[in-house]
T-cell receptor
Framework: GIQVEQSPPDLILQEGANSTLRCNFSDSVNNLQWFHQNPWGQLINLFY???GTKQNGRLSATTVATERYSLLYISSSQTTDSGVYFCAVNNAGGTSYGKLTFGQGTILTVHP | EAGVAQSPRYKIIEKRQSVAFWCNPISGHATLYWYQQILGQGPKLLIQ????????DSQLPKDRFSAERLKGVDSTLKIQPAKLEDSAVYLC??????????????FGEGSWLTVV
């Protein structure tokens, strides 16, 4: 099956700093989503971005599908940005039926 | 618009007991997923329904796990008998349709299971 690798595994920032999270995937995709998992366990959709660039406030994401990677940018980080960020993809080929395969996540801690 | 609803939110059971989790997807969503997330890992798909039919249950431990989606709306995931390694968060998700562009998947808050 498709492999998804996220880096870095852990990231510690001071409030106000910028960061970049990376997601590499091993095959072509027709769905790529970035999620933020809050302390209560819920996965919050950040972006649906199988290709191109999107921005939402302090967050933006870019997926270069031909090179099989996606980047999530967080600018002017706040303590509320802390949590786990997951990249998840759906393999465009095969028999994945639309299911998402998740990476291992990046644990972000933002200190005041 | 209401999101994906799950219950119970938390459950503690002894090993070898049984437990059931319930999910109500977003209205109109044909595809429903159950994921298992063990602490420190990303979620893993257990089973996927399209309406009330199963399209992928390849990672469901069928000797102890079962799931159904009667009438193509609500779904129930059951574990019987539970093992210690089943301690995890069980996440339900739904999407409008499967395998196509623009198919954003939305997750519920999850059901936390602790097996002691």
């Amino acid at each position: 099956g498709i492999q998804v690798e996220q880096s870095p595994p852990d990231l510690i920032l001071q409030e106000g700093a910028n960061s970049t999270l990376r997601c590499n995937f091993s095959d072509s995709v027709n769905n790529l989503q970035w999620f933020h998992q809050n302390p209560w366990g819920q996965l919050i959709n950040l972006f649906y971005i199988p290709s191109g660039t999107k921005q939402n406030g302090r967050l933006s994401a870019t997926t270069v599908a031909t090179e099989r990677y996606s980047l999530l940018y967080i600018s002017s980080s706040q303590t509320t940005d802390s949590g786990v960020y997951f990249c998840a993809v759906n393999n465009a080929g095969g028999t994945s039926y639309g299911k998402l395969t998740f990476g291992q996540g990046t644990i972000l801690t933002v200190h005041p | 618009e209401a999101g994906v609803a799950q219950s119970p939110r938390y459950k503690i059971i002894e090993k070898r007991q049984s437990v059931a989790f319930w999910c109500n997807p977003i209205s109109g969503h044909a595809t429903l997923y159950w994921y298992q997330q063990i602490l420190g890992q990303g979620p893993k798909l257990l089973i996927q329904f399209q309406n009330n039919g199963v399209v992928d249950d390849s990672q469901l431990p069928k000797d102890r796990f079962s799931a159904e989606r009667l009438k193509g709306v609500d779904s129930t995931l059951k574990i019987q008998p539970a093992k210690l390694e089943d301690s995890a968060v069980y996440l339900c998700a739904s999407s409008w349709r499967q395998g196509l562009s623009g198919n954003t998947i939305y997750f519920g808050e999850g059901s936390w299971l602790t097996v002691v």
